[in-house]
């Protein structure tokens, strides 16, 4: 029997008090040589259902955090990537952060190549999804953490190796918020990956970080369902030393283009 065939699926998420609310379906994102299996709400079925638009009409976000987005395939497939590259598992232990999560598929593979993920995200029924699947990962051995916050008002708990995020920065007023979180939260010699769909806002937000970190940036076109991305990729590291070593460790391509501080003396 194959691995994904011993996986966890909507009948075992049907007995979860939070997931079984939704419409759920089981969804297998291919990632590398295999593939990420996860259980989703089923979007269409939930938003015919219209339960979510009085709070829409009320000025409430729309409910993005339901749907995968290709940048974070495109993350969770550069993890694969460099973890194939690796003679053992480089990611096991490692403290992970997956900011502004929604259901955290670059977090949940992360699980799933034995790192202590965190999902943090203001949407408690995301997280509910996001734990849940990193849990049921084969290669999870280290139980997923999560946070409900606000990171406009809140902060988020703990230091970490690497912080994830996912189309987070589409917004100018999130700008202010992630550099403090992101200040308080990356553990020295940490790294940040980012990766973004060439967003004129997210291209701002990485031009802001310039003053404090080193960066590497690439692009992988990358297609998922009936969705598809131009995906940059960006590594976020406070010195040039760090930054070689994660350029390493998480596969950069070798004409990425790395960008140093205006103040390179750290």
């Keep these: 029997m194959s691995e994904l065939a011993k996986?966890?699926?909507?009948?075992?998420?049907?007995?979860?008090?939070?997931?079984?609310?939704?419409?759920?379906?089981?969804?297998?994102?291919?990632?590398?040589?295999?593939q990420l299996s996860i259980v989703i709400p089923d979007d269409r079925a939930w938003m015919r259902q219209g339960t979510w638009a009085h709070d829409v009409l009320r000025g409430k976000e729309p409910p993005y955090w339901c749907r995968i987005w290709?940048?974070?395939?495109?993350?969770?497939?550069?993890?694969?990537?460099?973890?194939?590259?690796?003679?053992?598992?480089?990611?096991?232990g490692m403290r992970v952060l997956d900011l502004g999560c929604g259901l955290g598929v670059p977090g949940v593979q992360a699980a799933g190549l034995g790192a202590a993920v965190t999902f943090v995200?203001?949407?408690?029924?995301?997280?509910?999804?996001?734990?849940?699947?990193?849990?049921?990962?084969?290669?999870?051995?280290i139980p997923p953490t999560t946070q409900q916050v606000d990171w406009a008002l809140g902060g988020v708990s703990g230091s970490f190796d690497l912080i994830l995020l996912s189309d987070v920065t589409y917004h100018r007023n999130h700008h202010?918020?992630?550099?403090?979180q992101l200040a308080s939260a990356l553990a020295d010699g940490g790294c940040v990956l980012h990766a973004d769909p060439l967003r004129e806002l997210?291209?701002?937000?990485?031009?802001?970080?310039?003053?404090?970190?080193?960066?590497?940036?690439?692009?992988?076109?990358?297609?998922?369902?009936?969705?598809?991305?131009?995906?940059?990729?960006?590594?976020?590291?406070?010195?040039?030393?760090?930054?070689?070593?994660?350029?390493?460790?998480?596969?950069a391509p070798s004409d990425a283009e790395t960008l140093t501080r205006p103040d390179d003396s750290a």
């Excluded at 007995?15 to 609310?21: E, F, I, T």
């Excluded at 995200?121 to 051995?141: H, R, S, T, V």
């Excluded at 297609?223 to 040039?240: P, Q």
């Design 7 to 34: 996986m966890p699926g909507v009948p075992d998420a049907q007995q979860d008090p939070v997931l079984r609310r939704y419409p759920l379906r089981r969804l297998r994102v291919p990632v590398g040589p295999g």
């Design 70 to 92: 290709p940048v974070a395939v495109a993350i969770a497939r550069q993890l694969v990537r460099a973890r194939g590259r690796e003679q053992d598992n480089a990611f096991a």
């Design 121 to 141: 995200d203001f949407e408690a029924d995301a997280l509910a999804f996001a734990k849940w699947n990193a849990a049921a990962q084969p290669g999870c051995e």
């Design 176 to 180: 202010a918020p992630l550099r403090r």
């Design 202 to 251: 997210s291209t701002s937000f990485l031009a802001e970080q310039r003053r404090a970190f080193h960066q590497t940036s690439w692009q992988r076109d990358t297609s998922f369902l009936d969705r598809r991305a131009d995906a940059r990729l960006t590594l976020l590291a406070k010195t040039a030393a760090d930054m070689q070593t994660w350029r390493q460790h998480l596969s």
